[in-house]
Each structure stands twice: as C-alpha cells, then as structure tokens.
Nanobody
Framework: QVQLVESGGGLVQAGGSLRLSCLASGFTISSNTMAWFRQAPGKERDFVAVTSWNGGTTYYADSVKGRFTISRDNAKNTVYLQMNSLKPEDTAVYYC???????????????????WGQGTQVTVSS
C-alpha cells in the first residue's frame, strides 16, 4: 500500500523542540521531492519546508527559517523535520507530502504534491 505515515507530534512548551518523522511505504522516496506542510484550525494548508531527492536543495517558509530543518534518509525511506525554538503560532497539524514532478526541483504549492500523510498534531503552549 502506497502511503506516508507521520509521527513525532505532541505537546511542547514554547522554546522547546520536536522531531517529526515521515515513513513512506509502497514506494521509494529516493526519486521524489518531499515536503512538510501544516494546517492550523480554520486556516489553509501552508508550506513549511521541502527537500529535493537527495537533500541537496532545501527551502523553508520565512516563518520557520533558522528554526526548522528538513532532512531525509533515503535508505530508511524517511523524511524528518527537526523543529527548534517552537512558538505557539507553530501549533498545527503537520503533513508530509510527496511530489511526482521533477525530483530536482523544490515545490511549495499543495497542488504540486500527489500523496499526503494523515498528519500529526503539534501543539505549542505559551
């Protein structure tokens, strides 16, 4: 079964850290651009971070730049999001996504991704 499964979310105090994982099954991520998005209640799904097929190119939303780091381990078929210095405004459901477009390009729009995980909740208390 082709799917993405996120884990690692939870409740953390402001200033704390979390590491999200996205395990892919049914396909290998080594040929895909992979990304993280997030969606807060009543808001649209927003881009967070993206990595090209080998991690050589990454891109971040301005709101998380310098605090979050996206990485991937193609051998483990897993993508990670290390989140440091968390703020209450980072509270959202975080989604992992796969793009089947060019693996050498990083994409930031949800429409450019064809496969999504179920999401993992991140709650940051003040």
């Amino acid at each position: 079964q082709v799917q993405l499964v996120e884990s690692g979310g939870g409740l953390v105090q402001a200033g704390g850290s979390l590491r999200l994982s996205c395990l892919a099954s049914g396909f290998t991520i080594s040929s895909n651009t992979m990304a993280w998005f997030r969606q807060a209640p009543g808001k649209e799904r927003d881009f967070v971070a993206v990595t090209s097929w080998n991690g050589g190119t990454t891109y971040y939303a301005d709101s998380v730049k310098g605090r979050f780091t996206i990485s991937r381990d193609n051998a483990k078929n897993t993508v990670y999001l290390q989140m440091n210095s968390l703020k209450p405004e980072d509270t959202a459901v975080y989604y992992c996504a796969r793009s089947q477009r060019s693996q050498y390009v990083v994409y930031r729009r949800p429409v450019e991704y064809d496969l999504w995980g179920q999401g993992t909740q991140v709650t940051v208390s003040s």
